[in-house]
């Protein structure tokens, strides 16, 4: 298994770097890249928001490990994840009012101060402090997702006045180094917690620093920013009659919270299947962001001029990898007939699989839901997503360790079918809809179908 690791690591790390280096040398230079005034505000932006992801990647491939370090129960530890998962939905519904209110730059300031509570409480081992620790990394999750971004949109349309055109580039550009900030620190982690022998605390302590450094330079580079708060109710009341007014928004919420429910069983689950086996964890999680990665950049090749593929094809064969990787799971996590190298290659497909969604989910949800009503149609998603990955793991947290990782892959396996029919609902949907088509790079008609 450490072998096999190490070699997926390498193979996966020089392909996206092949495709990375021939997308670069066929792409000719953006004018956005040649103004100096907006080069400097990016860099701004980026040295703060880069520190954050590494600090929040660096904890990743060390939590379930630290938590059986200190000696719980698996199905101790399904709660600590279940209390996390609450937290992020709680607060996440009340996060983008709380931004408004307080200042964009200050709940940047306050994201970095909660996750450095949050990782202090990992040195202790009383269940309760750890609780509160997952309370307050579900607050932290919601303020980096949310006044980060609209930190930066703000500052880039109302002060420095540049082109909106400009904006995508820039998220294009931090989901890029998004997935590379992830590699690096699975090796980042695997290097304190094992190669030094330091623990696997050893990670948590290590995002300390970046987080305080990533505050530091908020308050000392960045402008306070406010907006205009619209009502948390009239924000939900519109999102729900986006929802239930257009068909495609409802099957679009029903495939992200299927789909992503999954995604966050497959987080809590893939340590113990592989960790018994002597798999180096810090590697893993670097092979699975590599993968990605991997298929972040096989969409924008599939998307692109030369095969003019549409997002609605390669979310349909997100779904049917991920199908097909917790088929393999059921049998690899077999009691008494577990295969971990098949395993490891099942989850490498769901990692590439999610590279494919997530752009996909990204540019339909663009499509379909109006500028408006994103906040409280993407709140209505988030709920059920939750609570769907919360009620798989309190299953796992009551079925017998031997059996009940398969059967929850089992489960996992039944709902990705179900996010299949969703898919193919959708599709049948939007068929005719030319606005969910990437636009024709020739600059002719639409074909009629997708």
Known sequence: MLVTAYLSFVGLLASCLGLELSRCRAKPPGRACSNPSFLQFQLDFYQVYFLALAADWLQAPYLYKLYQHYHFLEGQIAILYVCGLASTVLFGLVASSLVDWLGRKKSCVLFSLTYSLCCLTKLSQDYFVLLVGRALGGLSTALLFSAFEAWYIHEHVERHDFPAEWIPATFARAAFWNHVLAVAAGVAAEAVASWMGLGPVAPFVAAIPL????????????GENYDRQRAFSKTCAGGLRCLLSDRRVLLLGIIQALFESVIFIFVFLWTPVLDPHGAPLGIVFSSFMAASLLGSSLYRIATSKRYHLQPMHLLSLAVLIVVFSLFMLTFSTSPGQENPVESFIAFLLI??????????????????????????????FRV???????????????SDRKTGTRNMFSICSAVMVMTLLAVVGLFTVVRHDAELRVPSPTGEPYAPEL
């Not at 590439?352 to 339909?364: E, I, K, R």
């Open 211 to 222: 987080l305080a450094l990533a505050g530091a330079l908020a308050l000392r580079n960045w």
């Open 351 to 380: 990692e590439l699989a999610c590279g494919l969604y997530f752009p996909s989910m990204s540019f339909l949800r663009r499509k379909v839901i109006p500028e408006t009503e994103q906040a409280g149609v993407l709140n209505w």
């Open 384 to 398: 059920p997503l939750h609570l769907l990955a919360c009620l798989g793991l309190l299953v796992l947290h009551d």
